[in-house]
Structures are given as structure tokens and as C-alpha cells.
DNA sequence: CAGCTCATGTGAACGACTTTTACATGAGCC
DNA sequence: GGCTCATGTAAAAGTCGTTCACATGAGCTG
């Protein structure tokens, strides 16, 4: 990981050999720590122990280093959201909800890349590469919506898939961009991030027919039960993320 | 407006008489252009017509004008969404989705002030005024989500209203801060923004067991103004926000 | 009105950063 | 062994943020 970094210029030679990397891994520590606007690339290079001016071989200008590490979040993050997804298993309830999870989760393990991809102002269309890869990101969010609204029951009026994922992404982040974020506005909340978004979803899952956790006691017309799946519990802690009314 | 801007050192004296206002003017100005992370002490001053060193006879540093910003915006802020929300009238749901769109409306007509106040990275809670200030603005989503849950149905699951309150500040807040900003990280949608929040915001609450759809063409009884209302409106267009489910 | 004072603005200076340019080094290939 | 080119360096120009000693003049005091 950190290879031949912290050296002295006299045990590493002229060259560095590994420069790139080290730029980038640098970076990345220094955006965790001090967010993508007070990072400087001076710094990255002093940290990997060349002069300011070496960078400029390796990335054409500090955007560029930062669209860099962009990509790369948005290359890790796709991994994480379809590991998570797990191609909708044990069933596409439960398997929606642990994506959201895993989006909160690498927002909160991986503040620098999301710091990057999501809060650096860089203009995500201005780079086509960036772009695609925000694009294969979302895509795991969005094929998931797709299999959720192939399930939703009839009888109930439903947007479109597209739509379904978008309200999904926009929870996720507004959640982690307001809360989950030990970096800078940080505001106190009285329960933790997970269990806001989980609820969060699982309402709006509710607003869509599906069913979510027990059924209302005195109700007899709950939405009929989804074709194979979806019986079986979602994966819904008993009485619910939030408890009983009161 | 922009009361002796743009004048020439001769013509305006050795004193300016309004700097620090020109100030503020200037850096909204400047950081609807290019995002607080792009605005320049220097380029406010120069903007104002001053020297480089005058701005700290009104400001500590460059920090404590974006602070002075943001407060000024959460101000604001507050001011549109209790407008927004006018005490519930004429019922509680159609007023609540009144302060979603205000939301958003802020966003994208005050890109400036939202900025300074979520995307500036500027910690919140060093700044009790500026906390104050934001908790202010929250309040009265607060409020109005605590008018939302008592009118809940009964026999539904509910979170608490602080719960509610949160889950729709990151609605608008996600929305606001993925799609809705002409400044950075531009998304191409199939729909507007604020159609995207409007969906969104009547899937949940019909979760929350909010009747949700569009009156009876015929609408026997409207809702009388304030106790027991509880039961129709909501503003839906007809049709529904996004049209019949196929 | 003269004179004083203090808030407000100026210019110069420092160190840090970004970026460019001309030059140095040495790893890999013939 | 010698060439060459990718990779690194030093130096310089231009920008910022910030501080300091000094200048200005608006408004009070007598």
C-alpha cells in the first residue's frame, strides 16, 4: 500500500518510480482529512516526497488528480452497491434495503471518495469517463428499482422505475450528506444514520404497496403478497425501525 | 441594489461607507458563479473597490463571511418556509408539500445562499448563531411534520415526528443537492426536480397512511379548514404525479 | 471652527499555492 | 557503452490570505 512512501530523496533515488500512486494514495488521505476544498496539491507531493512540480507529470492539473480519485470512488462504490444487491437476494425487499445501507456505509468508510465524487463541485459531465462511471454506479440502483417495480402490487398507482431510483439515490445521499458525514456540518440526531434512512425507505416502500413488516392490526385489506417472494420478512426488525406509535 | 459598486477610488473617497454589505453582495454574487470553494476574499474586495487588506476591518477572515452568508441564508430560508407552510392552511398535506417545493425553490433561485449553507463544508456547529440560525429554519419543518403526525391514521405504524421531520429534509435535501443546482455536478433527469420531490414526498406519505390520491372529481365535502380535516386534498395534480401505472 | 480620535481604508510584505519553463537524471533499450 | 525519453528538479511568475504600519477623514468635543 503505502510503498516507498515517507522516503528520503537519498534512499529513493532520482526517481520515484511509483509516483502516481503515491499521489493519489496521498491525496486521498488528505481529502479524508481535511475535505476535497482544503486539499492542495502541493501537499500530495510533499507528502510523497517530490517537489511541487513533479505532479504535473502525472496528472495535468489539481482537477485533474481530483477527478481521478472521483473515478475511482465511483468504480468502488459500484462494486460495494452490487455486492450489496446481491442480484436481489434472498429477496428483492430485503436486498434493496442493504443497498442503501452499503450506500450509508460508504459515505461513512470512505468519506474521501465520497467527499470527492459528491461534494467537490467538480462537474461530473465535463469528464465523459467520470461521467460513465457515475452512470454504472447509479445503474446498480437503478436495475434494482426495475426488479422492485416488477414486483409492486397492482392496484396501486406506481412511478416509473427510473423515477423509483432516483427517490431512492436522493434519500441516500441527502441522508448521508447532511448526517453521515464525521467530516465538517456535523448536526446531532437522535438515532443513528442507518436507522433514519432504513425507516425512511421502508415508509416510502409502504407508500408503494409493498408490504413491510406486520400488518396494520385492524386493517383487512392489505395489498395481496407479491407473486413468488415476498411473503417472508424484508429483513425488518420486530415492531418496526422505529418502534411502536405512541 | 448595488449602491456605488463599480465606482472608480476618485469618485467614491477614501471611504467606502457601505463596505461590508458591498462585501456580502459581492461574495453571493461571486459564489453563484463559481461555489464557495471558487470565491475569493481578494475578488470581493476587488468587486467592491477596495483594497486586498480591507475586508478584514469588517470580517475576521475569509471564513467569517461565508458564515455571515450562510446565516443571512438560513435566515432567509426560514422566512420562505414558514410563507411556505402558512400555519397548515388550507390543510396540513397540501401545506406540507408547499414547503417541499419552497425548498427546493430556495435552492435554485438563491444558489448562493444554499451553497454557503450545505455545500460550503464551513462546520455548523462552530458558530452558535449560525447553529441557531439553522436550527431556526428546521423548526418549522419540524413543526410542520409534528402537525403531520398527529393527523396520522391510526392503526398505521408511525415514527416520531422528529423522525418524519428528518426523513423529509433529506428528501428536498437530496433532491436540492443531486439535481437541482444549475452550479456543478449537473444531472440530466426525465423530469423536473421538483416533480421528482413531489412523487417522492406523496409515496411517503401515503406510507405514513396519508390518502394520497386525487379527490373524487365530484368532491362532495372539502375538508373543513383546520381540526378534523385529516381525510383528502393534497394539491395532486390530476393523474397523479407521474401519470397511470402501465 | 479647530483639534482630536478612532473607525476605516491603503500599500507593502510574508508565506503558501498553482502552474510553467528550462534543465537534470537515469532506466531501458540498441 | 551510449542514446533517448519519461520522470524529476529548481526557479520564477502570478494569485491568495493575512498582517502590519501608516493614511484618511467623519464626527465629536470644546
Do not use: C
Not at 470512488?73 to 452497491?81: C, I, N, V
Not at 442493504?98 to 474521501?112: M, S
Not at 403478497?225 to 415492531?239: H, Y
Amino acid at each position: 500500500m503505502s510503498w516507498r512512501k515517507e522516503q528520503s530523496r537519498a534512499e529513493r533515488g532520482y526517481h520515484h518510480g511509483n509516483l502516481k500512486e503515491a499521489l493519489l494514495q496521498a491525496a486521498l488521505g488528505l481529502i479524508a482529512e481535511k475535505g476535497a476544498a482544503g486539499f492542495t496539491f502541493a501537499d500530495a507531493a510533499r507528502m510523497a516526497g517530490v517537489s511541487a512540480a513533479a505532479p504535473y507529470r502525472h496528472f495535468r492539473d489539481r482537477d485533474e488528480l481530483l477527478s481521478s480519485i472521483a473515478q475511482r470512488g465511483f468504480e468502488q462504490f459500484e462494486q460495494r452497491l452490487t455486492a450489496a444487491w446481491d442480484d436481489g437476494r434472498p429477496d428483492t425487499v430485503t436486498a434493496f434495503e442493504r443497498v442503501g445501507k452499503a450506500y450509508l456505509a460508504f459515505a461513512r468508510e470512505e468519506p474521501a471518495f465520497y467527499n470527492a465524487m459528491f461534494e467537490s463541485g467538480l462537474p461530473v459531465d465535463a469528464n465523459p469517463a467520470l461521467q460513465a462511471a457515475s452512470e454504472r454506479a447509479f445503474n446498480i440502483i437503478r436495475a434494482a428499482a426495475e426488479r422492485l417495480a416488477a414486483l409492486a402490487p397492482l392496484g396501486t398507482p406506481r412511478p416509473p422505475a427510473m423515477m423509483m431510483a432516483l427517490h431512492i439515490w436522493s434519500m441516500a445521499h441527502g441522508v448521508a450528506s447532511l448526517f453521515s458525514r464525521g467530516d465538517a456540518a456535523r448536526r446531532k440526531l437522535p438515532m443513528s444514520p442507518d436507522e433514519l434512512l432504513e425507516a425512511e425507505v421502508l415508509i416510502y416502500l409502504r407508500g408503494l404497496g409493498f408490504p413491510t413488516d406486520r400488518r396494520p392490526p385492524g386493517k383487512g385489506a392489505e395489498p395481496p403478497p407479491v407473486p413468488p417472494e415476498a411473503s417472508s420478512g424484508s429483513g425488518v426488525p420486530p415492531g418496526g425501525p422505529w418502534g411502536k406509535p405512541k
